[in-house]
T-cell receptor, first 115, second 115 residues
Framework: GNSVTQMEGPVTLSEEAFLTINCTYT??????LFWYVQYPGEGLQLLLK?????DKGSNKGFEATYRKETTSFHLEKGSVQVSDSAVYFC??????????????FGQGTILTVHP | GAVVSQHPSWVICKSGTSVKIECRSL??????MFWYRQFPKQSLMLMAT?????????EQGVEKDKFLINHASLTLSTLTVTSAHPEDSSFYIC???????????FGPGTRLTVL
């Protein structure tokens, strides 16, 4: 079956620090990969996605590259801000079979950025 | 655009009662809606997938008689927790997907507390 593994948090950084949140996956088909963000008290929002190998998703200064050879989709940002404090979820959907359209989530990583 | 609402945002009920949670897509038609459950500091777990006008498909281990899902229109799905017990206390999140299966828009969630 499909699975997503994220680095355990919480992650605490100072403002303007470099961020990496690791994510690896296992999938039976050809998944699309996603990063979702959940700000305190809000619902999940799509941060970025990549639909095929070597694609790079980017948004709001965050980037992640779909690496098929290492089955990874690590999230990076060069300079974090206090407003980036949130929970980040890595997820995938399988492009075919019975899991079509279903999202499989990682366990989430809490990020706290201090001024 | 692509706003999904949930109602209520939080509910407290007595053990043995039933609770209905509504999920609405406000500005698009949702071919498919998903219901998730999120435990504190844990990931989202898919409970069921529902398509408008048809029976929901439940994930393994989810009691379909306890968690009744109705998807009566392209903009509304409801989750009814029947005969709720304290172990049903959780954060319930819905998402709605238009035609593109890779795209899910999430509601803000409903906090259920069963006393």
């Amino acid at each position: 079956g499909n699975s997503v593994t994220q680095m355990e948090g919480p992650v605490t950084l100072s403002e303007e620090a470099f961020l990496t949140i690791n994510c690896t996956y296992t999938a039976t088909g050809y998944p699309s990969l996603f990063w979702y963000v959940q700000y305190p008290g809000e619902g999940l929002q799509l941060l970025l996605k990549a639909t095929k190998a070597d694609d790079k998703g980017s948004n709001k200064g965050f980037e992640a590259t779909y690496r098929k050879e290492t089955t990874s989709f690590h999230l990076e940002k060069g300079s974090v801000q206090v407003s980036d404090s949130a929970v980040y979820f890595c997820a995938l959907t399988d492009a075919g079979g019975t899991s079509y359209g279903k999202l499989t989530f990682g366990q989430g990583t809490i990020l706290t950025v201090h001024p | 655009g692509a706003v999904v609402s949930q109602h209520p945002s939080w509910v407290i009920c007595k053990s043995g009662t039933s609770v209905k949670i509504e999920c609405r897509s406000l500005d698009f038609q949702a071919t498919t809606m998903f219901w998730y459950r999120q435990f504190p500091k844990q990931s989202l777990m898919l409970m069921a997938t529902s398509n408008e006008g048809s029976k929901a498909t439940y994930e393994q281990g989810v009691e379909k008689d306890k968690f009744l899902i109705n998807h009566a229109s392209l903009t509304l799905s409801t989750l009814t927790v029947t005969s709720a017990h304290p172990e049903d206390s959780s954060f319930y999140i819905c998402s709605a997907s238009p035609a593109a299966p890779d795209t899910q828009y999430f509601g803000p969630g409903t906090r259920l507390t069963v006393l």
